[in-house]
């Protein structure tokens, strides 16, 4: 969006914690309508002066912790960062504009997870009750919530998504597929939770930018939309699909990386499905995902593999002590 929309001014702000990496920004860290503020969104005397500095129309608030693992592991920093933090940048928005007598617009971006565990049948729908399972889940419902009640009590201005799990080119090789893919690359063992039978929806992060943009010109406010990628596969499925492609791609002996597969224990409270229905946001914004799911996963996988020294760069003392805590007694 910062190169399609050069008359906009774009503010990122981002902690850069151990996930964010200001090199993922470097095709755009010279464009003149794109500024990098360095801030946690927990600190309310740095947020408010970033919103004094650039008094922003539009707040997009995708900040988060969003590893599973780790709220089960320290649940304290997710409702930090994902509730006080979520407030904190509702007051600084509410009384920007609130000062400036103008309607602003803040996109909460969330997750499908507030939602619950699914079983063999069924989808989210708008009308789905919340059900947040992990610590995690619990954070990101507890914000919609925050975000809503302002809506409400406020008539502040509000659109908030919910989204299924995204993947693609940059992600933190913490999540299930960028982790696949590096531990093939090494010849590690592959962690499969239980017995590989959980179900996710995908949706390639591109498809995903696609939809948040249109949400954001032509969203209403006070609404909620529900963004999925209808690419549901069980764990096994999708991890042997992938190591497929990553054989193939790499010239390896058909079918050699799935001999690195372990199934590990459960993942505590582990979610057994989710599925989205968007058809509601397809209608009414005239978006769907044009990614399929192999299209998505061989773009992944050959970005990976041109990018493996963005991985060595990731692959940091702090990553490496995670990965002992999470997965050491499995390997
Ligand atoms: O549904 C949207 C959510 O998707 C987002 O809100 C979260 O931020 C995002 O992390 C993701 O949550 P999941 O827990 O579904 O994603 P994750 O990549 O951690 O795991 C995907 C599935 O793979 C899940 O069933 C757990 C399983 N898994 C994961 C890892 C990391 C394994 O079997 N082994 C692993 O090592």
Redesign the pocket.
């Known amino acids: 969006m910062v190169r399609k929309y050069p008359n906009i001014m774009f503010v990122n702000v981002d902690a850069l914690t151990y996930a964010g990496n200001l090199h993922n920004l470097s095709a755009i860290e010279e464009a003149s309508n794109y500024r990098f503020e360095h801030v946690d969104i927990t600190d309310s005397e740095a947020v408010n002066r970033v919103f004094e500095t650039y008094s922003p129309d539009t707040v997009v608030h995708f900040a988060?912790e969003?590893?599973?693992?780790r709220s089960i592991t320290e649940p304290t920093a997710f409702v930090h960062t994902n509730v006080l933090g979520t407030l904190v940048l509702l007051q600084a928005a509410k009384n920007t504009w609130a000062e400036r007598k103008t309607v602003g617009l803040f996109h909460h971006v969330s997750?499908?997870?507030v939602f619950g565990s699914l079983g063999k049948t069924g989808v989210f729908t708008n009308a789905s009750p919340y059900a947040p399972r992990s610590p995690?889940a619990a954070s990101?419902a507890s914000a919609d919530h925050v975000v809503r009640s302002f809506g409400t009590t406020y008539g502040f201005p509000y659109i908030i998504t919910n989204?299924?799990?995204?993947y693609g080119p940059f992600q933190f090789p913490?999540?299930?597929?960028p982790?696949v893919l590096n531990n093939a690359r090494l010849k590690k063992p592959i962690?499969?939770?239980?017995k590989?039978e959980?179900v996710?929806?995908w949706l390639f992060v591109e498809d995903h930018c696609e939809a948040l943009e249109k949400v954001l010109f032509n969203g209403k406010v006070g609404s909620t939309y529900l963004i999925g990628g209808s690419n549901e596969l069980s764990?096994i499925d999708l991890v042997t699909s992938l190591l497929d492609l990553f054989d193939d791609e790499m010239g390896n002996e058909n079918g050699s990386s799935r001999a690195l597969i372990t199934y590990?224990e459960d993942?505590a409270g582990?979610?057994f499905r989710?599925a989205i229905d968007s058809s509601l946001t397809e209608a009414e914004l005239g978006w769907n995902p044009k990614h399929s799911i192999n299209d998505g996963l061989l773009q992944t996988v050959r970005w990976y593999i041109e990018n493996q020294e963005w991985l060595e760069n990731v692959l940091t003392d702090a990553y490496q002590s995670y990965y002992s805590k999470q997965?050491g007694s499995q390997e």
Not at 66 to 69: A, C, E
Not at 163 to 166: L, R
Not at 174 to 177: A, D, F, G, Q, R
Request: charge should be negative; aromatic fraction near 12%; charged fraction near 30%.
């Open positions: 988060a969003s590893h599973v693992d997750t499908d997870e995690y990101k989204t299924s799990n995204n913490e999540k299930l597929i982790l962690p499969i939770y239980g590989g959980n996710r929806d764990n590990v993942r582990h979610d989710y997965y």
